[in-house]
């Protein structure tokens, strides 16, 4: 009963470098999400899957990109890494509109 | 800007004592909330949620109340234990919301006091 698994749990980046996070479900789940946790500003939206194959925009998606080639599994990828984007970043996913979110435990990324 | 707002970023409460969590959204097309809990380095885990058909709803210790023409919210832990020690983030969302995006608040830190 993994639910949601975020990979790695803790990075640090130079400034400039790229990486990717990786998110599982195992849920069976259409949708799945990536927030971003920053002191003071709560969780906000940085993109979004509605199915597999689809990608949406949220509140915050400048700097990164997302894909989803399976159902199962969401990816976030920063091209080039700034010291803004260190953040705390969550994966989530739901089954269908106005449930509640299944979360991973989280990936700290420190960029210096 | 910030469409849910929790305004107490901490909140200290003795043991066996009340807990009101509250929380304030801006759109009134917002008709479903919850209530998440976070412990350090987890992932928040559901708590409770209500939809605005209702003004109130109950699971166990917890409460959370709704007032719609205040649009406000509130969470109320009775009796508060130690175990509660956690961030408390509120999220809304309107039902004709199709990709089911969440709004979440900043968070409010309570530590039950043994």
């Known amino acids: 009963n993994a639910g949601v698994t975020q990979t790695p749990k803790f990075r640090v980046l130079k400034t400039g470098q790229s990486m990717t996070l990786l998110c599982a479900q195992d849920m069976n789940h259409e949708y799945m999400y990536w927030y971003r946790q920053d002191p003071g500003m709560g969780l906000r939206l940085i993109h979004y899957?509605?199915?597999?194959?689809?990608?949406a925009k949220g509140e915050v998606p400048d700097g990164y990109n997302v894909s989803r080639l399976k159902k199962q599994n969401f990816l976030l990828g920063l091209e080039s890494a700034a010291p803004s984007q260190t953040s705390v970043y969550f994966c989530?996913?739901?089954?269908?509109?106005?449930?509640?979110?299944?979360f991973g435990s989280g990936t700290r990324l420190t960029v210096v | 800007d910030q469409q849910v707002k929790q305004n107490s970023p901490s909140l200290s409460v003795q043991e066996g004592r009340i807990s009101i969590l509250n929380c304030d959204y801006t759109?009134?097309?917002?008709?479903?909330f919850l209530w998440y809990k976070k412990y350090p380095a987890e992932g928040p885990t559901f708590l409770i949620s209500?939809?605005?058909?209702?003004d109130k709803n109950e699971d166990g210790r917890f409460t959370v109340f709704l007032n719609k023409s205040a649009k406000h919210l509130s969470l109320h832990i009775v009796p508060s234990q130690p175990g509660d020690s956690a961030v408390y983030f509120c999220a809304t969302t309107s039902f004709s919301n199709t990709g089911n995006q969440f709004y979440f608040g900043t968070g409010t830190s309570l530590t039950v006091i043994p």
């Open positions: 899957s509605v199915g597999e194959g689809t990608t």
């Open positions: 209500i939809s605005s058909i209702k």
């Open positions: 759109n009134s097309m917002f008709d479903y």
């Open positions: 989530a996913s739901s089954p269908l509109s106005a449930s509640g979110y299944t």
